[in-house]
C-alpha cells in the first residue's frame, strides 16, 4: 500500500524548532521529488519547500527560506522539514506530497499525486 506519514509536529513557543518527517511506505522515494506544503483553517494551501529525488537541489519559498532547512535520507525512505526560529504565523497542518518527477515542479498542488495525512504545527506562546 502506498502511504506518505508526517510525523513530528506538536505545540512549540516562538522561536522554537520543530522537525517534521515523512515516511514513505510501498514505494521507493529515490526516485521521486518531494514537496511540503501548509495549511491553516481559511486559507489556501500554499507551498513551504521541495526537494528533488537525490536531494541536490532544493527550493523554498518567501516564508520559509532561512528558517526552514528539507533534506531527505533516500536509505531510510524518509524526507525532513527541518523548521527554526518558528513563528506563530507558522501555525499550520503540514503536509509531505510526492510529485509526478524526479525534480520540483513548483507548488501547484495538482502536480502532486500523492499526499500524507498531515501534521498540526502550532506555533504560541
Do not use: H
Request: hydrophobic share 30%.
Amino acid at each position: 500500500q502506498l502511504q506518505l506519514v508526517e510525523s513530528g509536529g506538536g505545540l512549540v513557543q516562538p522561536g522554537g524548532s520543530l522537525r517534521l518527517s515523512c515516511a514513505a511506505s510501498g514505494f521507493t522515494l529515490d526516485y521521486y521529488a518531494i514537496g511540503w506544503f501548509r495549511q491553516a483553517p481559511g486559507k489556501e494551501r500554499e507551498g513551504v519547500s521541495c526537494i528533488n529525488s537525490s536531494g541536490g537541489y532544493t527550493n523554498y519559498t518567501d516564508s520559509a527560506r532561512g528558517r526552514f532547512t528539507i533534506s531527505r535520507d533516500n536509505a531510510k525512505n524518509t524526507v525532513y522539514l527541518q523548521m527554526n526560529s518558528l513563528k506563530p504565523e507558522d501555525t499550520a497542518v503540514y503536509y509531505c506530497a510526492r510529485a509526478a518527477a524526479y525534480y520540483c515542479p513548483g507548488y501547484d498542488y495538482r502536480k502532486y499525486y500523492y499526499w500524507g495525512q498531515g501534521t498540526q504545527v502550532t506555533v504560541s506562546s
